[in-house]
C-alpha cells in the first residue's frame, strides 16, 4: 500500500477518536465555558468499563452502550454535587476536576492494574476491506472513521437544527435571559455535562477497540481533546472535527517522517494555528 | 397630548384579581441600597413607571424578574416570587423584556420564536407574534446580532409574549431607538394592551409611557414617590418639572 495512504487512513482514524473524545469536551469547555479537567478521566474510565462488560458479554456495544450510561452518571454527579455551586468560579472548577481526574487516576490503577487491557471487538470487525485504490485496510478503524463522522453530523444537527439545540446555544450566550424564557437552565447544562461525559466514555470504548488502554491515557487523552477544541475553536462541532483531523493527521505523519518531533509538532500545529487565528479555526472571535 | 383612554374601551372590565403586589421591597449592591421600602399594587391596568436615570427602575423590574436578589414581599397572583429563579418567575405568568433587548447573538430570529415552546392553540405562538410584528417574518433566517436596534425590540417583545404572560414587564423598550421606531412600537404595544395584556412598563420616555398606560408611578432614589393618573402627568409640566426634571 502507498504509504502516504497508509498514513493518511491512519492519521484520520486516529483523529476519530480525537474527535469522539473533543466533541464532548466541546461542549462542555467550549459551549459551557466550564473548564473540566476530568475529561480525560471520563475516557479512560469509560474504555475500562466498557472492557469488563464486553468481556463479560461478548457484546461490544452493550459495553459501549454501558459505558456511556455509568460515565454519564458520574458526569451528573460531578456536575450537580461537586461543581454546580461554582460554575461561574473557573479555577475552583478547575481545581475539583482536577482532583476528581487524579482520584480516578489512583482508582483506576488499582483496580484495573498497569498493564494494558483491549476492548474486544466483534469477530466480523477483524478483518480488513479492500479500498478502491485496491489496498487492504482494517475494517475496525473504517468503523470508527464512519462512526466519528455520524456522531459528529448528529451533533452539528442536533446543536443547530433543532429546539434543545437553540436553547443550548441561548444558555450559553445569556444563561439568565434564557431562564426568562422559562427554561430551567440548570437541568440544560446538567444534560448537556453528561451527554459530554458520556461522549468521551464511548470515545473510550472506541479507543481502547483499536488500542490499548493503559494508565496515564487519562492525561493523554485530556490534553489532546483540549488541543483539539482549541486548535478547531471553542464550541464549534465541525472545528473539532477539523481539529481532530489535523491533530491526528499530524501526530501520525510526524510519526513516520520525524517521529522524534511527533509530539512537538502537534503542540507546534497548535501555536502555528493561534498565532494566525487566535479564536482557532472556526471559532467565533469573542 | 395624547389620548391615554383611547386604549380602554377595548379592555374587559374584569380582570384578573391580584396581579403584582409589591411591598418592603430592598435591593442593595453591596452596601448601597438602590431601593428601600418600595410598595405598589397593581392588579392588571397598564402600569407605568418613569423617573430619572438612576433612580433604580431597572433594579427594581431586574428584582421582579430574579435577575436580582432581594428581600421583602413580591407576589403576583397572590402567590409569592420573591427569590425564586427567572424561569419560575416565567412560568408563574410575568413576561420579561430585559433593558438592552439582550438578544441571543447565537440564534436567527426564527430560533428565538420557536425556542420558547409556545404551543399553537396559545394566544401568542410563533406565527401570530410573526402577524405582529412583520418585520419580523422578513428577517426570520438573520442571526440576533445582525439586527437593527429595532428590529431588536421587536424579538425582545414578540419572546415575551411567546411564553404567554399574564403580565408583561418591560424595561425602557423606546431606548435607543428611532422616533419612527419608537411610534411603531408604541401603536403595537397599545394594540396588545387593548386585547387585555396586563403591562408594567419602565420608560424615560414620558410620552410613550402614558400613551401606553392609564396609571404612573414616579420612582425617585428608589422609592414611589408618586402615582398619578396618566392625563394629570401627561398634561401638568409642573409635575413632570418635579418629578423627572422635565420642563
Known amino acids: 500500500m502507498d504509504q502516504f495512504l497508509l498514513v493518511a487512513l491512519n492519521g484520520l ?61 458520574l458526569g451528573l454527579f460531578i456536575h450537580q454535587v461537586l461543581i454546580r455551586r461554582f460554575q461561574d468560579d473557573d479555577l475552583r472548577v478547575a481545581l475539583i476536576t482536577l482532583g476528581v481526574s487524579l482520584i480516578g487516576t489512583d482508582l483506576m490503577f488499582a483496580a484495573f492494574g498497569g498493564t494494558a487491557t483491549q476492548v474486544p471487538i466483534p469477530a466480523e470487525w477483524q478483518t480488513a476491506l479492500t479500498l478502491p485504490s485496491g489496498d487492504r485496510y482494517p475494517a475496525i478503524r473504517l468503523i470508527i472513521l464512519v462512526l466519528a463522522v455520524v456522531i459528529g453530523v448528529v451533533m452539528w444537527l442536533v446543536i443547530n437544527r433543532t429546539r434543545a439545540g437553540s436553547i443550548v446555544r441561548a444558555g450559553v450566550d445569556d444563561s439568565a435571559m434564557t431562564s426568562a424564557t422559562g427554561v430551567n437552565v440548570r437541568v440544560v447544562f446538567a444534560v448537556v455535562f453528561v451527554v459530554g461525559s458520556a461522549l468521551a466514555a464511548f470515545a473510550g470504548v472506541v479507543g481502547g477497540s483499536l488500542f490499548p488502554l493503559l494508565p496515564g491515557q487519562d492525561g493523554t487523552y485530556l490534553l489532546f481533546s483540549l488541543v483539539v477544541v482549541i ?31 511527533a509530539t512537538v509538532l502537534t503542540f507546534a500545529l497548535m501555536v502555528f494555528v493561534l498565532a494566525f487565528r487566535p479564536q482557532g479555526i472556526l471559532g467565533r472571535a469573542v | 397630548m395624547t389620548q391615554p383612554d383611547t386604549v380602554l374601551p377595548g379592555r374587559p372590565e374584569t380582570r384578573s384579581s391580584g396581579g403584582l403586589r409589591i411591598e418592603g421591597l430592598d435591593v442593595s449592591y453591596g452596601r448601597v441600597h438602590v431601593l428601600q421600602d418600595v410598595s405598589f399594587e397593581m392588579g392588571s391596568e397598564p402600569v407605568g413607571m418613569v423617573g430619572r436615570n438612576g433612580m433604580g ?9 430574579g435577575f436580582l ?14 427569590g425564586r429563579q427567572p424561569y419560575q418567575i416565567t412560568r408563574a405568568g410575568i413576561g420579561y423584556v430585559p433593558q438592552g433587548r439582550r438578544i441571543f447573538p447565537s440564534l436567527t430570529v426564527h430560533e428565538h420564536l420557536t425556542m420558547v415552546g409556545a404551543k399553537k392553540t396559545d394566544r401568542w405562538n410563533v406565527s401570530s407574534v410573526y402577524d ?15 439586527l437593527s436596534g429595532g428590529e431588536q425590540q421587536m424579538l425582545a417583545i414578540a419572546r415575551a409574549l411567546l411564553t404567554n ?39 424615560q420616555n414620558l410620552r410613550f409611557a402614558t400613551e401606553l398606560c392609564d396609571r404612573i408611578l414616579v420612582m425617585v432614589n428608589g422609592r414611589i414617590a408618586a402615582d398619578l393618573p396618566s392625563q394629570v ?3 401638568d409640566p409642573e409635575v413632570q418639572a418635579r418629578y423627572l426634571g422635565v420642563v
Not at chain 1, 481539529?243 to 499530524?250: E, P, R
Not at chain 2, 427602575?57 to 424578574?65: F, Y
Not at chain 2, 423598550?173 to 403591562?199: F, I
Open chain 2, 165 to 203: 404572560p399574564r403580565l408583561v414587564v418591560m424595561d425602557e423598550p423606546s431606548e435607543g431607538l428611532a422616533p419612527a421606531v419608537v411610534d411603531h412600537v408604541s401603536q403595537v404595544l397599545r394594540s396588545v394592551v387593548a386585547e387585555g395584556q396586563s403591562v408594567l412598563l419602565i420608560e
Open chain 1, 13 to 73: 482514524t486516529l483523529g476519530s477518536i480525537y474527535f469522539l473524545v473533543a466533541s464532548g469536551l466541546t461542549l462542555i469547555f467550549g459551549l459551557m465555558r466550564v473548564i473540566t479537567m476530568a475529561h480525560g478521566t471520563s475516557y479512560l474510565l469509560g474504555g475500562y468499563i466498557g472492557y469488563s462488560i464486553a468481556r463479560a458479554s461478548g457484546n461490544w456495544l452493550l459495553g459501549a452502550l454501558g459505558a456511556a450510561v455509568a460515565v454519564g452518571l
Open chain 2, 233 to 235: 402627568i401627561a398634561n
Open chain 2, 132 to 146: 405582529l410584528f412583520p418585520r419580523l417574518a422578513e428577517r426570520k433566517r438573520n442571526g440576533g446580532g445582525d
Open chain 2, 57 to 65: 427602575k431597572t433594579t427594581l423590574v431586574k428584582a421582579i424578574a
Open chain 2, 69 to 82: 436578589p432581594s428581600s421583602g414581599t413580591i407576589e403576583f397572583e397572590g402567590k409569592s416570587i420573591q
Open chain 1, 231 to 261: 486548535v478547531g475553536g471553542m464550541g464549534s462541532i465541525p472545528g473539532a472535527a477539523i481539529g481532530a483531523a489535523l491533530v491526528g493527521l499530524v501526530s501520525q505523519f510526524g510519526l513516520v517522517f520525524a517521529p522524534t518531533y
